[in-house]
C-alpha cells in the first residue's frame, strides 16, 4: 500500500476563505504532484514538483499555489475559495526517472466551496 | 501531438460476465509507457499496470489481462469473470521519458451488477 496522505477528506467552506489542502508522503519520494478532477471523471495536472524548494505549474491553469520545503509534505493552498474551485484534489508522488515509474496517489480532497 | 482516447464512457455488466475496456493512444514518439489505474468509490487511484511501448506481449494477472497493439496504437483492458468489487473507473494514462507527469484519459466508468 501507498503511504500518502491527504486531509481533509471533504472540506466545505464558504466563498473568500483560504484554505490549505495537506498532503504528505512516508516514502521519501522526490517528485510530487497535485492533480484536479472534474466531476466528468478528467484528471489534470495543476501542479509538480521535482523536489524541495522546486515547484512548476502544471497544464491546468489554477489559482491554487503550492510549496515544498519538504520531502515529505506539499501543501495547496487557495487564498480566496470560489465556486469554480469545487473539485476533487488528488496529490501523488513518484521517484526515479521521469515518466517510467508509477505515481501513488493518496485518497483525494472533496472540496465543496458555497 | 498526442491524444488518449477512452471511447466507453460506461460500461454496465452482470457478474461473472467478461469485459473488455478499450484505450487509443495516438502518438508518433516511438518509445512510451502505457498505465492503467483503477479509481474504486472511496477515490484514490490504484496501479494495475505498466506497459512499455517496445513490448507487445500480452500479460495476465489473475483475471486481469491487458492487450497492447502498437500498430492500432490500443491497449486493452480485459476482466474476466467480473466481480462487484470490480466497479469503478478505470483510467489509461501514457507518459514519455523525461515527462513529468501522466496523462490521463476520461475514463471508463465500469458498473458490475450482482
Known amino acids: 500500500e501507498a503511504d500518502i496522505y491527504q486531509t481533509p477528506r471533504y472540506l466545505v467552506i464558504g466563498t473568500g476563505k483560504k484554505i490549505t489542502l495537506e498532503c504528505s508522503q512516508t516514502?521519501?519520494?522526490?517528485?510530487m504532484y497535485w492533480y484536479q478532477q472534474d466531476p466528468g471523471m478528467e484528471l489534470h495536472l495543476i501542479h509538480y514538483?521535482?523536489?524541495?524548494?522546486?515547484?512548476e505549474k502544471g497544464d491546468l491553469s489554477s489559482e491554487s499555489t503550492v510549496s515544498r520545503i519538504r520531502t515529505e509534505h506539499f501543501p495547496l493552498t487557495l487564498e480566496s475559495a470560489r465556486p469554480s474551485h469545487t473539485s476533487q484534489y488528488l496529490c501523488?508522488?513518484?521517484?526515479?526517472?521521469?515518466?517510467?515509474?508509477?505515481?501513488?496517489f493518496g485518497p483525494g480532497t472533496r472540496l465543496t466551496v458555497l | 501531438a498526442q491524444k488518449v482516447t477512452q471511447a466507453q464512457t460506461e460500461i454496465s455488466v452482470v457478474e461473472k460476465e467478461d469485459v473488455t475496456l478499450d484505450c487509443v493512444y495516438e502518438?508518433?514518439?516511438?518509445?512510451?509507457?502505457l498505465f492503467w489505474y483503477k479509481q474504486p468509490p472511496s477515490g484514490e487511484l490504484v496501479f494495475l499496470i505498466r506497459?512499455?511501448?517496445?513490448?507487445?506481449q500480452n500479460e495476465i494477472s489473475g483475471r486481469y489481462s491487458w492487450n497492447f497493439q502498437k500498430s492500432t496504437s490500443s491497449f486493452n483492458f480485459t476482466i474476466t469473470a467480473s466481480q462487484v468489487v470490480d466497479s469503478a473507473v478505470y483510467f489509461c494514462?501514457?507518459?514519455?521519458?523525461?515527462?513529468?507527469?501522466?496523462?490521463f484519459g476520461s475514463g471508463t466508468r465500469l458498473q458490475v451488477q450482482p
Open positions: 516514502m521519501g519520494h522526490d517528485k
Open positions: 506497459r512499455n511501448s517496445f513490448d507487445e
Open positions: 514538483s521535482y523536489g524541495v524548494n522546486s515547484t
Open positions: 494514462a501514457p507518459s514519455h521519458p523525461g515527462r513529468r507527469a501522466l496523462t
Open positions: 502518438t508518433r514518439d516511438t518509445t512510451y509507457y
Open positions: 501523488a508522488s513518484t521517484t526515479g526517472e521521469g515518466g517510467y515509474n508509477e505515481q501513488f
